[in-house]
């Protein structure tokens, strides 16, 4: 059954949310690959970082592999030396899926695609590390697509002047067009759009039908046997929402 929103459904902002997230990153990433030019890949990547109250310190990162063999030797195992001292880092480490687009012939990154999650939305230490990650996509030159699903939280900045208060927000930048953004505001009472997936500037956007994702994740997830449509969704709609939302779902799947 799908979900009785025409868009996205508030409901999924709830202890459902890390499924939801996990599950969105995949059929994102799978979608795109099936449309995507051949020489540029999608794939998802776990970003690590470790969280004190010092510093923000990235401590791995997709591309990172580590072995326990030396590349010099021809068989055998590497010996162990026993350190003289041991110590623990200080902090949490935290981690967060994401998806990016490699152009697979010159080896290099070109889109990233972050799906916020409530800690990217705080503001605390682990809302300042993802908007300082943020910065750094803009500064290298990568463009980045944003995907806001969630109405909570303290949003990272949007730009001057600020796009139309909306439930939900999705954020382009082009990397080659500086600090230039373009925003889509949308309502819990829409249609999710499709979102422009930018490449580079000589090769055409790709297009992501986000609305098709989040409605494949909803149905294999088997939200509507889980979600509680009987009680009022978490954080709870504004006023004229919360009533049209009751009036939409009564008509289709509460008894009356």
């Not at 990172?64 to 880092?89: E, K, M, N, Q, W």
């Not at 939305?121 to 463009?143: F, H, N, P, T, V």
Request: charged content about 25%.
């Amino acid at each position: 059954m799908p979900s009785p929103f025409p868009g996205m459904d508030p409901y999924i902002e709830s202890w459902i949310w890390g499924d939801f997230r996990g599950s969105l990153c995949q059929a994102i990433r799978d979608r795109l690959n099936a449309r995507l030019p051949k020489r540029y890949i999608a794939s998802t990547l776990l970003y690590v970082w470790r969280v004190d109250n010092a510093e923000r310190l990235l401590i791995g990162g997709p591309d990172v592999f580590l072995s326990d063999r030396d590349p010099t030797s021809t068989g055998g195992s590497v010996a162990t030396i026993a350190a003289p001292i041991y110590t623990t880092l200080p902090g949490i480490e935290r981690k967060q899926r994401y998806i990016k687009i490699v152009d697979s012939e010159e080896r290099r990154v070109v889109t990233v695609i972050e799906i916020l999650s409530p800690s990217n939305k705080s503001s605390s230490d682990d809302g300042q590390a993802y908007r300082l990650k943020r910065e750094e996509y803009i500064a290298d030159g990568i463009s980045l697509v944003e995907i806001d699903l969630l109405r909570s939280g303290q949003r990272p900045p949007l730009g001057d002047p600020a796009p139309p208060i909306s439930d939900y927000y999705i954020l382009v930048h082009r990397g080659w067009e500086k600090n230039r953004m373009g925003i889509w505001p949308v309502s819990v009472r829409e249609q999710l759009p499709r979102v422009p997936i930018p490449l580079d500037p000589d090769v055409p956007d790709a297009t992501l039908e986000l609305h098709a994702c989040v409605g494949q994740v909803y149905d294999s997830g088997r939200y509507s046997e889980q979600l509680d449509y009987s009680k009022s969704p978490k954080p709870p709609l504004r006023e004229p929402d919360a009533t049209w939302a009751r009036e939409l779902l009564t008509n289709r799947i509460l008894p009356s």
